[in-house]
């Protein structure tokens, strides 16, 4: 078998925080899911993505260390209906507290694109086509 690409995981320190975020963005996960240690969603592709707190990690990797914010290695990206969803899905993110990276721009890919950063900061994309 080949492997294939099913879930993201992302490593959290405040879950409640960074659920929120994600379901402002749209992901479908279940208010309980707050005081878990361990979150999975599942898209409607069939892609999870998953949540672990710091704590979690740390209890089958006690030698982990949460990386530096921003790192902008690995990044999620979410495309919106049009480029001024993008612009109101940023104005909305920011004034809930969310680090804006990239204010909206017309990249020369064609995109309306901007970056904010989820509570860990985790950079999020968001894009979509300039002629939508």
């Known amino acids: 078998m080949t492997p294939q690409l099913d879930a993201i995981g992302i490593v959290t320190s405040d879950m409640s925080a960074s659920l929120a975020f994600y379901r402002r963005l749209g992901l479908d ?22 949540w672990d707190t710091e704590e979690t990690v740390r209890s089958f990797d006690p030698a982990w260390q949460p990386p530096q914010k921003g790192g902008g290695r ?7 209906g049009s480029p001024r969803e993008v612009d109101e899905v940023y104005e909305a993110l920011v004034t809930a507290g969310h680090e804006g990276r990239l204010k909206p721009w ?27």
Do not use: N
Request: proline share 7%.
């Open 106 to 132: 017309d990249a020369f890919w064609g995109q309306r694109y901007a970056t904010v950063c989820d509570p860990d900061g985790g950079e999020v994309s968001l894009f979509a086509a300039s002629d939508a």
């Open 74 to 80: 690995v990044g999620l990206a979410f495309l919106c």
């Open 29 to 50: 996960i279940p208010a309980a899911a707050d005081a878990q240690p361990h979150v999975e969603a599942v898209l409607p592709s069939g892609l999870r993505v998953l």
